[in-house]
């Protein structure tokens, strides 16, 4: 019997020692690859990195005893196996990323797990950390390398969505003007009807401009203020939206879990470039239209422009439907939705844009369309409330979600005095270790807005676009606002300033309920937004009145 327990404890020493004598050989591949010299750092540790038997380290080199931790009691013949759970094996991250040698860690694990796997691919797949970042797509931290592209892309949904709405409100004011005031004179039209049309265009088509914007920074580092407001390097951006495709996990039966077909990238990026074209096509007819000119020329520059802009439309809806694949698909998300009622909204913009095909349905077709484009842009907020940037052109980023406690790296960076967030470790082990540490990314992203708050987004939108009409009515009909024919002027100037300070007011209260999207708890401050919330009520109440008061009296 004590022959049998002498034995299984050689044979536990031997493996012990076969296990450290390859934890040695890895720390010197470790000390070779990192100009740190990572092994001398290990030294320096607060705990030894395991915990070993004393008659394992009667077998240990006295490098690696050195390097272990190993103290001079481990040898004693009192100190005996024992056996602990994995929690309870200490995690060395926060240590590592300190210390500036997670990067190297990182490539030797994946290379390892590659190998073991049998996926090694010689010289180009060697451990480079542009390797371990490719081998990692799927990835929350891959797509969001750092939290200043998180709040970009997060921002700019959140404006798309806001900004489609008003949009469309505006469109819908000018169809309800013209049934309910058919007659009207060309003051009111031109004020009422053709300025709202105008301000409408100018507001989708800056949403627009907004998740073209997203696109085009897809591959660009926002912590240094890099910004592409214009133009990109089109064929990094295409790579970068196929290599799901490139690094896609495989199922048992071959297929892809996340495959992206060849047309979904070109389909992004066609359909947002389209999409702005049909935009700019749009606003250069509605702006012309502002004006008086020939009839001849009236039809090269106004109604030439808004069927180009409207087949435009058309074109984007179709890449929606190619990007989501919605024939291959089932109706359950968001993202489905959106993309159906885009292109629907697309079809009626582009056959409104033909009034000799159309005739008498030229105007319900237009409002139909409308109403597909506005529902679509208030799911892209709840989208947006979702987390899902992408909306319905950008699918990668709807692919992947933010973990509940997200670690992430803080730097100082003193040259340029400010401070680097990144989502990603790895993007930071490259530069100087010195005031790095871990910290949870919740601290320093904004939290999800409620449903409650996102409907009070909405009403402040609809507020916001009965303002902006409010002030076309003020300038449509001056003398309502007289009181002598002595303060004419000053009457209508202090309307109209007033109505223009209201309106950016509004929009401000819309920016902060994108920041701020919980109700604070501390008094005053709880009191103070309930009572903004309030008001805001109350100004959109008004408006809307006004705005049916003046319909109701051209009515009757």
Partial sequence: MMARKASKEKAHAKDWAQYLDSIQRALGWLALASKEKPVLAIMGLKEPLISVPGEVSKQISPRTRTVLGVSEAADSAE?????????????FTAEFIERGYHNEYCNWRDGYLKWRKGESKGAHGENMEKTHLANRPSSFEYWYPTVSSFTFRRTCTYWIGVLYIEGCLMFIWQSVFTTAWPD??????????????????????SGIYMGYLELINMDTDNSDGRVNFLWCDWSALLKLLRE????????????????????????????????????????????????????????????????????????????????????????????????????????????????????????????????????AAMLSLFMWRGEQFGLSLISN?????????????????EARNITEIGINPLLMADKSDDDQKLDDIDKHVQAKLSIRGLLFVVMCVLGGTAQLLDLCEVC???????????????????????????????????????????????????????????LLTAITFRNLMSLWILLQDEWD
């Fill in 79 to 91: 100190k005996r196996w024992s056996q602990r759970p994995v929690d309870d094996l200490h995690d």
């Fill in 184 to 205: 009207a004179p060309p003051r009111m039209v031109y004020f009422l009807s053709k300025m709202p049309i105008f301000i409408g265009s100018c507001i989708f088509g």
């Fill in 244 to 375: 799901e495709e490139e690094s896609s996990d495989e199922q048992s039966d071959g297929s892809s879990k996340n495959k992206v077909y060849w047309y979904q990238p070109v389909s992004s990026v066609v359909g947002w470039v389209i999409y702005l074209a049909g935009a700019i096509f749009y606003q250069i007819g509605n702006t012309a239209d502002m004006f008086d000119m020939p009839a001849d020329l009236h039809v090269m520059i106004v109604e030439y422009n808004v069927k180009i802009g409207g087949f435009c439309f058309f074109l984007g809806g179709v890449c929606e439907v190619l990007h989501n694949r919605l024939w291959a698909t089932p109706p359950t998300t968001f993202v489905w939705y959106a993309s159906i009622l885009n292109f629907l909204g697309g079809i009626g913009f582009g056959l409104s844009a033909f009034p000799n095909l159309t005739g008498s349905w030229g105007t319900p077709i237009w409002v139909g369309g409308t109403l597909m484009f506005l529902v």
């Fill in 397 to 413: 980023l709807n692919r992947v979600s933010r973990d509940k406690g997200t670690q992430i790296v803080v730097r100082k960076d």
């Fill in 476 to 534: 449509a009909a001056p003398w309502e606002f007289e009181s002598s024919p002595n303060t004419r002027v000053q009457h209508l100037i202090v309307e109209v300033t007033g109505g223009i300070v209201n309106v950016i007011g509004i929009h401000l209260i819309i920016l902060l309920n994108s920041i701020c999207v919980e109700v604070p708890e501390e008094q005053p401050y709880r009191f103070l937004t309930f009572s903004m919330h309030f």
